[in-house]
């Protein structure tokens, strides 16, 4: 462990079955009940604290904490290797050693033979190159008969394993680097600049390669490519080849079902951004098919598969789809545990899905949420703004005017506490109020000064409202010019 903290994020980032194994697994062994109590003593922490953990068990909490962290880790291996072929080829591996050292070498080349089949079918050269190793090793100490065939097939396997393995990582370095350019926000402007571009990674005449994991590599950098050109069509279809290989490797992704989710994001990520929703339908509805078995699979689809829809449903402006994913998000980000950046993405997309599609009470509920920090996510305070602002938005909307009066006063109170306040912030802040407070004969020259000054601040390339609340300020703006319709209340309340 490198942090005092190490271990108390391990323990937190366990499911709890995970948490059950590993207490079932500590009990049966008889000798761990001082590390299965610090496990349980971290386990009850909602914050660390070491100094408590210090004063319950003494000098030697460090060196309990890395027997526990050890311990945790071992025991996660038994848990994951059951479900895990990665893990069963590499307990094969340890077997031949085993039974080779015990002078049972039939046996152990049969072990090496299963393991071998297996690395194969999940595309594993590093783990073939290791199983080859070890059955020259065999060849070798034993010389057998037909010594020189049987080497020099070792030999010809490991050199052609060798060739795909470098294969891979060819096209797995240029992912990276278009990947590095596609967040770096890279552009091509002049036809000269795409020309070298092109020449640089000459896909065109390279073909299909021959290694599993290549091929993957090969479709994701091929999509990331077209991407960087502006060739769109060409974007989607590889990106569907990508899935298509996934398909065809059902061990792979049973295995690494996490990275199936995250191509399948990639190519939801592309068709939202590019405004092609007709492919999006079908790879929600795919995702909702899956049913991974692992815990952490199952965290992993719950957080793309909601961030996607909730952003799929709020640009086909569906209420009625955002009502009802509304209902299970707040018990399945407790349930999964989710880290917090992922937590205040989708309940702040969630956010902007009620207010948009017109839920205000919803809405309202779970900007308080945020703005009390209920999911303990620890959002920076630029969101927790971005919400009371939404929030008297919302409210507005309502018509309570109490209500809202309260809200304005304990949003203005904490934006005062920010030393570091940004001008949009409170700009916004006046400007509702003037909304909520000039008569209804004067508020439209209000709204266009709003709009105008939302418009302003998009192109005046200043620091901006998180989570595109300009934007959404801007669509509820130009409704209101367009229909000044607010509540009855509110308005005869204000026009007094």
């Known amino acids: 462990m490198k942090s005092k903290t190490d271990l108390y994020e391990l323990i937190r980032a366990m499911s709890k079955t995970e948490k059950r194994y590993f207490t079932l697994d500590a009990q049966k062994s008889g000798r761990h009940s001082r590390y299965l109590e610090l496990f349980q003593a971290i386990n009850a922490m909602e914050s660390y604290d070491e100094a408590a953990l210090r004063q319950q068990f003494g000098k030697n909490l460090p060196t309990d904490k890395n027997y526990l962290y050890e311990a945790i880790l071992r025991s996660m291996r038994d848990y994951r290797s059951a479900g895990s072929y990665a893990a069963r080829i590499k307990e094969m591996i340890l077997d031949a050693r085993y039974l080779y050292e015990r002078g049972l070498y039939e046996q152990s080349e049969v072990r090496l033979w299963e393991s071998k089949s297996l690395a194969r079918e999940l595309g594993d050269h590093l783990s073939i ?38 294969e891979e990582l060819q096209y797995l370095e240029q992912c990276y680097q278009l990947a590095g350019k596609i967040i770096s926000r890279f552009e091509l402007k002049e036809a000269e600049e795409k020309a070298r571009f092109q020449q640089a990674y000459n896909f065109d005449t390279a073909g299909v390669p021959r290694s599993a994991q290549g ?37 792979y992704k049973s295995d690494e079902f ?10 939801l990520h592309a068709a939202i951004t590019k405004g092609q929703y007709r492919y999006v339908p079908d790879l929600i509805a795919r995702l909702d098919r899956e049913k991974p078995t692992h815990f952490h699979d199952q965290a992993v689809l719950f957080q793309k598969t909601t961030i996607y829809k909730l952003i799929y449903y709020i640009n086909l ?7 009802q994913i509304s209902e299970s998000i707040e018990a399945d980000l407790l349930r999964y545990n989710v880290n917090p950046v992922s937590t205040i993405a989708i309940v702040s997309n969630l956010v902007i899905g009620l207010f948009v599609s017109g839920q205000y009470e919803q809405c309202i509920a779970w900007c308080h949420k945020i703005i009390k920090d209920e999911f303990k996510a620890n959002p920076r305070t630029g969101i927790r703004k971005g919400m009371h602002l939404l929030n008297l938005f919302a409210i507005l909307e309502i018509g309570d005017v109490e209500r809202f009066d309260n809200q304005w006063r304990a949003t203005h109170r904490f934006f005062n506490q920010d030393d570091q306040l940004l001008p949009f912030e409170l700009k916004i802040l006046d400007f509702v109020k003037k909304i909520a407070n000039v008569p209804t004969r004067q508020l439209k020259p209000i709204l266009h000064q709003f709009k105008s000054y939302l418009m302003d601040l998009q192109q005046a390339g200043a620091v901006r409202p998180p989570f595109g609340l300009d934007e959404i ?24």
């Open 473 to 496: 300020l801007l669509v509820w703006t130009d409704s209101k010019i367009e229909n000044l319709y607010f509540p009855d209340f509110f308005i005869r309340q204000r026009d007094k």
């Open 317 to 323: 402006d569906n209420p009625k789809q955002i009502a």
């Open 129 to 166: 190159l290791e199983i080859n190793k070890e059955e020259g090793r065999i060849i070798f100490d034993l010389q057998k008969r037909h010594y020189g065939r049987l080497i020099a097939e070792v030999v010809t396997e490991h050199q052609d394993e060798m060739r795909l393995l470098a």
């Open 258 to 267: 996490h990275r199936f989710v995250v191509d399948l994001s990639n190519f």
């Open 215 to 251: 091929q993957r590599r090969y479709y994701q950098a091929l999509a990331m490519y077209y991407q960087l050109i502006g060739d769109f069509d060409q974007v989607f279809f590889y990106y569907g080849k990508v899935l298509e290989w996934w398909d065809d490797h059902p061990k």
